[in-house]
């Protein structure tokens, strides 16, 4: 509630996330560049890939696990916005930038 309203309007910001998220989760598209504003490397298929490891804090390293997660796109149009994830539980004693399991 506290987010929806501020002072006792509608916090419109909030409502525009909440429909932007709605729309991607029902396949819709929120963002797309323009043809001529678009890098050559995008006028063929393309797959955009992230990664990142996340720690808790360092008084926690050996009890609590990281998280590493790594995400795809696969929209042959190079819309980018229909993505796969993968997310994994780290070992507890690993406080480091690398992903295990990770095979190319």
Known sequence: QRTLFRNGAVNAQSIENIFLKMNSKLGG????????????????PIMIMGADVSHADPASKGTKPSLAAVVGSFNPDACSTKYLTEIRIQKAGQNEEIIQDMEG
Do not use: G
């Open 29 to 44: 598209i929120n963002h797309t560049l323009t043809r001529t504003s678009r890098p050559k490397l995008f006028d063929s």
